[in-house]
């Protein structure tokens, strides 16, 4: 049973804002959600995390709604640089190990 | 920035032969973590690593592989007899905490290639 379900793609133009939305509806109470970003042949990049409401940073903004089974990755006015798989993965406190999916595949064009 | 830093970038070999992948974690960094990515396919854990010591592994990692700190600064990754299924990127990771409060860093890859 998948622990996280997002979009397999995604496509956006230069300048928007872009919302990656992730599904877990088997949160645990000691899960935390993380988003990574990968470039083709480099290592996922932390780009946040957190445990509900909102969380914002440089980069990203993180919504999570008050039952935490889902979740939304902001990144605002995308560029083509941000083209990327962006990966949902709870991280528990209880295991040392993250589990990547698949990810969405983010396309950015001009 | 710190960086989890991963040598060499890209290393093939032989069938059979035994490699040792490297990496320095960032210093003050307790726990560090091996993965791979098959081209094509999931990032998929090997191993965690703390206090000297496998603290959690993967069914992928058997007894052909092995981990160790020799120092303070290195952590490696040895394969003792490739095979060509082993021809993947193979990530080191390191954070301050297990939770990873502040992320898991990873580091570059290693492009492992088994002729």
């Known amino acids: 049973l998948a622990k996280t379900t997002q979009p397999i793609s995604m496509d956006s133009y230069e300048g928007q804002e872009v919302n990656i939305t992730c599904s877990h509806n088997?949160?645990?109470?000691?899960?935390?959600i993380t988003w990574y970003q990968q470039f083709p042949s480099q290592g996922p990049r932390f780009i946040i995390q957190g445990y509900k409401t909102k969380v914002t940073n440089e980069v990203a903004s993180l919504f999570i709604p008050a039952d935490r089974k889902s979740s939304t990755l902001s990144l605002p006015r995308v560029s083509l640089s941000d083209t990327a798989v962006y990966y949902c993965l709870l991280n528990t406190g209880t295991a040392s190990k993250l589990t990547f999916g698949t990810g969405t595949r983010l396309q950015v064009t001009l | 920035e710190p960086e989890v830093t991963q040598t060499p970038s890209h290393q093939v070999t032989q069938m059979g032969q035994e490699v040792i992948l490297r990496c320095v974690p960032i210093s003050n960094h307790l726990y560090f973590y091996w993965y791979r990515q098959i081209l094509g396919q999931k990032v998929e854990f090997l191993v965690s690593?703390?206090?000297?010591?496998?603290?959690?592994k993967s069914e992928i990692f058997d007894d052909q592989f092995s981990v160790e700190r020799p120092d303070g600064s290195n952590f490696t990754l040895k394969i003792r007899s490739t095979k060509l299924e082993d021809s993947a990127m193979y990530f080191c990771a390191s954070s301050a905490a297990r939770q990873g409060t502040y992320g898991y860093t990873f580091g570059s890859g290693t492009r492992l290639t088994v002729v």
């Open positions: 088997n949160i645990a109470t000691n899960d935390y």
């Open positions: 690593f703390y206090n000297n010591e496998i603290s959690e």
